[in-house]
């Protein structure tokens, strides 16, 4: 199989551009062709348009700017024959077969042989694409469903043509598993394949609860969200941001489709949401759908569907909710919801309840195994439970016995898995302290079968199942991840750092000494670590714990140290959120192995403080280049992408940054097992130079500019000079070299007086409770 190096992709809209975008961000080259504009001065100004929509979109579909440089714009006129000299084509244009199939007819001629071609079609079948196509274009013919934004939606349905050679299959799925950090799912040639099936249900059925239950978009949403385990987009928010034209046109189609799904009148549009598609109220593309921002300070407004009538949207109040929404795990809040009698209670039950019936009652039609259909659903519709986890979850037994006690149908196979006394459609099967799972083979019936191991992917919850852990307390764990690698993974509330952290990190690296090779440091929470706790910080400063306060800053710079300097190699491991504490720990790891969707960045300053776990000093040892750290620093700035952190010099040469989220402990494992044989501690530096008095002068007029310009306020200027005494090394005369306590103790210094600030505890305050920085 020749090696993909360059990609054409056909159709520069909004998924055409975004996946010849993702392709940028892994390093790999494309051609990105449309058709040619009528009035436009440029024959590719198309995929011109689209390119540009990529880089102005939010969320932002390329790591960095540069990124772009790797995408050659052109027209389906002027340069088909470009395809000749690419190893992958990827079809994107509209969802129309005979649009889909002209463009076919044109590529042919132009592709070398063996050439790869897919289609990122949602759900025409390819046989229909490809019916009368030559025979090499047939076994080289497949579906890649990239869900969108392709750049952070981890699912790539995987769909065979009618004549698709395996090894194509096998090549193309490991190459959007490695290359492109994708969640590869296989499916059939079905109407909509796994995810949009499962999801077009599940929303059509949200609208029609909406209805019969008489709830309002915010009611629905508040409780489609983060409470059942689902995007905070929910389902109305979800629904503008798709539009409310393409959920229309993916309705319809699926009507089309499935004449004998018995859940097949659930696929049509809710009256008052065609009435919003005849008023041109199609979501965030036309300025307003389900919500809307009016008026200078862009208040959000939400519709009223039975009157089509906006209004100051609301924060809705179920009184059942106040204590079951902060009970966790999830499966347990699942359960009090169910329990619950009331209107909210009698929504989700309905919903959930159909929700599994419809998945179960799929397969095999969409899928032979369950396994696919919930990884469809996490990877593609970012639900932290597929359907028959979420039964699972939910307790099978019990809430299958509770719909037929109300007189519902369940599917054959369902009934079949009861009757045979099954209780889970998944369950632990660990030998030989290796995690092992088996799934219930529902479309047989024959009973549990176990799920494939899957290489360089590992699952922390499955470790600590099988092998228990080396040493835990109620903020972090050590788990043996196996070839001599320790891991210390933070379970803190959003990974904040705090003393049951750093007691855990410390007894790592003494267990480093005797019984392990090196160390990783990473979790697989939704964050590696929102930084320090605000919380116990704000607290300590308002009851005037300063020496307290001294010692937990003290403590984490020690263990800081230790990890900087600790016998053998320590490997960090972020990913997503890894801020104010959470960056610093990394800084001072032998490397890092960084998630590519990484926003990284020291942001004390937001809550009026100033980074004191040696991130100011790690910036120090990392550049000359003093200006630039103090506007780093001093505007908080936070990576958008692993790839940026590089260039913010969080990330240095030799780390690493792994795609694909999946694979991140396991390359994190690998960088750390590198290491072992040339490893060498070092010692802590006395040679750091530093600009002193002559370089604080430079911040300071900086600072001073900045408040002139209305850029900071009168408590960022005199935060801004903290940070410039200790970026400066204490403003002392000539060029001084200073050591790393030297600069730590400024740093505890700066942070203490702050902490005294009423201005800075103000801040605090604010953060907690908006989840906002105040700028008094």
């Known amino acids: 199989m020749k090696p993909i190096r360059r990609v054409a992709v056909l159709g520069a809209g909004t998924m055409g551009s975004r996946i010849a975008a993702h392709l940028a961000n892994a390093r790999i080259p494309s051609l990105l062709l449309d058709i040619t504009l009528s009035d436009a001065r440029l024959p590719d100004q198309a995929a011109r348009n689209g390119v540009e929509a990529a880089q102005k979109g939010k969320p932002g579909a390329f790591f960095t700017p540069e990124a772009t440089r790797l995408i050659t714009t052109g027209s389906f006129d002027r340069d088909m024959a470009k395809v000749r000299d690419c190893d992958w084509v990827i079809e994107a244009v509209t969802e129309d077969i005979d649009v ?18 897919s289609t990122n079609t949602s759900g025409i079948p390819l046989a229909r694409i490809a019916e009368g196509y030559p025979e090499d274009f047939q076994a080289h013919f497949l579906g890649t469903h990239f869900f969108n934004p392709p750049r952070y939606l981890h699912l790539v349905e995987l769909i065979p043509g009618p004549n698709t050679r395996p090894e194509i299959l096998a090549y193309i799925s490991d190459f959007c598993d490695t290359h492109l950090g994708k969640g590869v799912a296989p499916c059939k040639d079905t109407p909509n394949f796994i995810a949009n099936r499962i999801g077009s249900f599940f929303g059509s059925t949200v609208q029609e609860l909406t209805v019969q239950l008489d709830l309002s978009v915010e009611e629905v949403d508040a409780l489609t969200g983060p409470l059942i385990g689902l995007p905070k987009s929910a389902s109305y928010r979800l629904l503008d941001i798709v539009g409310l034209d393409v959920w229309a046109h993916v309705t319809k189609n699926l009507y089309a489709a499935v004449p004998d799904d018995p859940y097949r009148e659930r696929f049509t549009m809710q009256p008052f949401l065609m009435e919003m598609i005849q008023r041109r109220w199609l979501g965030d593309k036309t300025g307003q759908g389900c919500y809307k921002r009016v008026g200078p300070e862009r208040e959000i407004h939400a519709i009223d569907w039975r009157t089509l009538e906006y209004h100051v949207a609301t924060k809705p109040r179920f009184t059942s909710l106040e204590t079951i929404r902060n009970i966790e795990p999830l499966g347990e809040r699942l359960k009090a919801l169910l329990a619950l009698t009331d209107k909210a209670g009698s929504f989700l039950w309905r919903l959930l309840s159909d929700h599994v019936v419809y998945a179960a009652s799929m397969v095999p039609e969409i899928s032979n195994r369950i396994v696919e259909i919930d990884r469809a659903m996490r990877w593609g519709y970012a639900n932290a439970l597929g359907p028959f986890e979420l039964w699972d979850a939910m307790g099978f037994e019990a809430t299958a016995r509770r719909m037929e006690s109300e007189g519902r149908p369940l599917p054959e196979n369902v009934r079949r898995m009861l009757s045979s006394g099954m209780e889970s459609f998944y369950r632990a099967a660990d030998r030989d302290n290796e995690p092992h799972t088996e799934y219930f083979d529902l479309a047989s019936g024959a009973g549990y079968r176990e799920i494939e191991h899957r290489p360089g992917i590992i699952v922390l919850s499955e470790l600590k199942r099988a092998r228990g852990v080396v040493k835990a307390n109620a903020g972090a764990s050590l788990i043996d991840l196996g070839d ?83 016998p053998k190699p320590v490997v960090a491991a972020p990913f997503a959120l890894a801020l104010g504490g959470g960056c610093e720990l990394p800084l001072h790891c032998a490397r890092v192995q960084a998630s590519a969707e990484l926003y990284m960045g020291l942001v004390e300053v937001g809550v009026g403080l100033i980074p004191a776990g040696g991130g100011c000093k790690e910036m120090l040892v990392r550049s000359r280049d003093v200006k630039k750290i103090f506007e780093q620093i001093g505007f908080a700035k936070v990576s958008t992408s692993a790839s940026e952190a590089r260039e913010f010099r969080f990330l240095r040469d030799g780390d690493g940054i792994s795609m694909n989220p999946e694979r991140l402990l396991e390359d994190a494992k690998r960088l750390a097992l590198s290491l072992v044989k040339t490893y060498a501690p070092g010692a802590p530096r006395t040679d750091i130079t530093v600009s002193g008095a002559e370089g604080y002068a430079l911040m300071k007029m900086g600072v001073y500019l900045a408040r002139q310009g209305g850029y900071i306020s009168d408590y960022d200027a005199f935060i801004g000079e903290k940070l410039a005494h200790i970026l400066s090394g204490g403003r002392l005369t000539g060029t001084p070299q200073v050591s790393e306590q030297f600069l730590l103790d400024l740093e505890r210094e700066a942070f203490l007086s702050l902490c005294g600030r009423k201005e800075t505890q103000a801040r605090i305050q604010h953060m907690l409770k908006t989840g906002k920085p105040l700028r008094n």
């Open 100 to 117: 889909k199939r002209a463009l076919y007819d044109r590529l042919i001629e132009h592709l070398a042989p063996g050439t790869i071609v």
């Open 484 to 566: 001599g690698v320790l891991c210390c993974e933070f379970h803190s509330k959003m990974n904040a750092v705090g003393d049951d952290i750093l007691s855990m990190l410390r007894t790592g690296v003494q267990e480093l000494e005797n019984n392990f090779d090196a160390m990783v440091i990473g979790n697989q929470g939704s964050n590696f670590s929102a930084g320090a706790n605000l919380m116990l910080i704000l607290l300590a400063a308002q009851e005037g714990e300063w020496d307290e306060l001294n010692a937990s800053i003290h403590r984490f710079q020690q263990t800081n140290m230790m990890l900087k300097y600790a």
